[in-house]
């Protein structure tokens, strides 16, 4: 007998008969003789409707009264859940992240997890009931509900699998696994068997939206046994394992494009010590984070400054930037939308050489442009325009052979 941590997301809970059908792959799973715990999403589009009832009532919503108001879209489908389990003739039982005792730090939102006790869902699991977790949510010292952020059900369960020593926990989504590149962009794009923590990592930074980084981190760390795979069939799912577990090295492991990002320039700045520390002191003030920088060449003492942000937080860095060309001496700044950033991730760059030549001569041969590149170990970005993107996936996909097993 083994325990078993499934999660389902949004998607697979969406309607009566999506949650009658995880009820049947629960009770499944029960009656091969394991112990359940079931994490669950709120059903599909409702975390961005109650978002969107929020701004109704306000702009700038109080961030615990967000909490309290997201959380309760979880709360909706553990409960049906545990109803459609009793249907069925099994034992369930659905508890909030309070309920549970998953102790959070009090950054309301986008909240990390402390602590989680076993102990209720060992006394539940004990009398042969499945248990139903609330997915995103915990609570704090002060016994206040906080969220995980966008996502956090994946990081509930993998720590929930955590706390538990289970010997699995299945993410179960509307995607069959982690495919190589996304296949509403390349139709040949192949399905991982399996995938490192830190290549997932990469992936799940740079746009590819499977899993919640935290949740790698997490099975990373507590070995947890990860798989992703979908809640609609029974094919197998990718795995998530250690890179030294990893049989298969090619040089590039999977590409994607993430089109949420804007770069922004500001223009003619003076060339001297401090100005960078400067433009992006004030920037982390505004807790908006940076993800590529480049400084131009610098020509009479004066150069510029590019760096790239999610798109969603140009209206709050635009009065920033105003005070900046004011302030700093820059002569203006520019904002361009229409940019996406296209990255290659793999391990096996750690020991293939020459995979930025063989991208970017791809890229050129193409005809497509780059403005700004960005590398780490197991990882190559490039900036593009926004409108070669799809047609930069394929080129690569096919340049990199990722069709080919
Ligand atoms: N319901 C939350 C969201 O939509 C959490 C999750 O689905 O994992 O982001
Ligand atoms: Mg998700």
Excluded: W
Excluded at 112 to 133: A, C, F, W
Excluded at 383 to 402: R, T
């Amino acid at each position: 007998m083994g325990v078993i941590v499934q999660k389902y997301g949004g998607t697979s809970v969406g309607d009566s008969g999506r949650i009658k059908n995880v009820a049947r792959r629960v009770v499944e799973t029960k009656r091969k003789g394991n112990q359940v715990v079931v994490v669950v999403s709120a059903m599909g589009g409702t975390t961005d409707k109650l978002l969107e009832m929020a701004k109704q009532i306000t702009d700038t919503p109080s961030e615990r009264e967000s909490d309290m108001l997201v959380s309760t879209g979880e709360q909706i489908s553990v409960a049906l859940l545990a109803m459609a389990i009793h249907d069925l003739g099994e034992d369930a039982i659905s508890l909030t992240g309070a309920q549970v005792g998953i102790m959070t730090d009090d950054i309301h939102t986008r909240a990390r997890i402390l602590e989680i006790s076993p102990t209720k869902m060992q006394e539940e699991l004990n009398k042969d009931k499945i248990v139903v977790v609330a997915g995103f949510q915990g609570i704090n010292i002060k016994n206040d509900i906080t969220t995980l952020g966008r996502g956090g059900s994946d990081t509930t369960a993998v720590a929930l699998a955590a706390v538990l020593k289970a010997d699995m926990c299945d993410i179960f989504t509307d995607v069959d696994g982690v495919y190589t590149a996304d296949p509403r962009i390349v139709p040949n794009a192949r399905k991982l068997r399996e995938i490192s923590h830190e290549e997932m990592l990469e992936l799940a930074s740079l746009g590819a939206k499977v899993l919640h980084s935290r949740s790698v981190e997490f099975a990373n760390k507590y070995d947890v046994p990860l798989c992703v795979r979908s809640s609609f069939n029974n094919s197998e799912g990718t795995y998530i394992v250690k890179e030294k577990d990893i049989v298969e090295e090619p040089a590039v492991r999977g590409i994607t494009t993430d089109v949420n990002e804007a770069k922004i320039t500001v223009k003619h700045v003076p060339d001297q010590p401090g100005i960078a520390a400067k433009v992006f002191t004030k920037v982390a003030e505004y807790n908006i984070n940076i993800d590529m920088i480049i400084q131009n060449f610098s020509e009479d003492g004066y150069t510029d400054i590019s760096f790239t942000v999610a798109r969603g937080d140009i209206p709050r860095i635009t009065p920033l930037l105003d005070t900046l060309v004011s302030g700093a001496g820059a002569r203006e700044y520019t904002i361009d939308k229409s940019i996406a950033k296209l990255s290659v991730v793999g391990i096996g760059m750690r020991s293939h050489s020459g995979v930025a030549a063989k991208m970017f001569g791809a890229l050129a041969k193409a005809g497509i442009n780059i403005s700004t590149i960005s590398t780490s170990e197991i990882k190559i970005s490039c900036i593009i325009p926004e409108k070669d993107a799809k047609k930069a996936v394929q080129v690569l996909h096919s340049e990199f052979e990722l069709d080919k097993e």
